[in-house]
């Protein structure tokens, strides 16, 4: 646990300034993230190098298909995200607090070592929301950058621009998730709002980030027509047809099991639209 970055003390205790949510946190209590509490007029990161998921991954398995392909990377996790995807398939470790999981120490040197004593090109921060967890990736990011490792963030984007801005010299690819073009559907199935997600994506791709991006076409959500064809046409108006979109598969999970899976025949549908908008590659997950 050590002080966190982006906040600023109240008269009733600390506003979080990390990401869009600006959780006004009075003594003893968290934000949303469930990972930063407020302590003697200060903020504490509660989850600072308590990873609680380590593996090896294919670089792909991010996804990642056209930044550094057939490698793998040492992917990292802590607890916590500011997002509340009634989907997600990754609640047992994201939406829970740091001491409702197993974890295991480890400090971002030892990190950085485990990757270069594997032989490893790079390390992932991913499964949960890495912008929940901002001072150890941040801490690990450094590192790694000066031992000549890459650096790929996995998340859903919603955090604010300073954090985002200090940490982009050290980022060397990102997936990032929109969930929908429609920001009543990010308020009611996720707690968040859209337009600050497509605005880091744009940051991160002029920074020169490798960026792709993922959409998780969700049975009578958002895998309409209309919704689909948003995506592209937002793609190509800001000039991303380069970018790598990954059109994912939903499966019923957490608080969203009535839904039936994503008939295959939609996966191929929005990639088929996709490419007639331009978008060069498109890709196909969980299927």
Known sequence: MIEARYF????????CLLCPH????????????????CRGGSLYALSYGMPCALAVDPVEKKPLNRFMPGTRCLSLSCTGCNLS?????????????????????????????????????SIAYTYTE???????MYDIAALAHDKGLKNILVSAGYVEKEPLQEILPYLDAANIDIKAMDNDIYRKYCGATLAPVLENILA??????????????????????????????????????????????YFPWYRMKATGPT??????????????YGIKDVFLGNI
Request: charged share 25%; glycine share 6%.
């Open 22 to 37: 600006r959780c006004r946190i009075r003594e003893g209590a968290r934000g949303i993230c469930r990972s930063r509490e």
């Open 8 to 15: 600023t003390a109240t008269g009733d205790g600390v506003q």
């Open 85 to 121: 995807c009634r989907w997600c398939q990754n609640s047992d470790i994201s939406q829970v607090a740091p001491e409702e999981t197993d974890s295991t120490p480890l400090s971002p040197e030892a990190v950085v070592d485990m990757c270069l004593r594997r032989r490893l090109p």
């Open 263 to 276: 008939p295959a025949a939609t996966l191929i549908r929005a990639r088929e639209m996709a490419l007639s």
């Open 130 to 136: 890495p912008f929940t967890w901002w001072e150890y």
């Open 204 to 249: 991160m791709h002029k920074a020169g980030v490798h960026v792709e991006i993922t959409n998780l076409l969700v049975t009578g959500l958002n895998d309409s027509d209309g919704h689909i064809g948003k995506l592209c046409q937002w793609m190509v108006d800001n000039h991303l047809p380069d970018v790598p979109l990954h059109f994912s598969r």
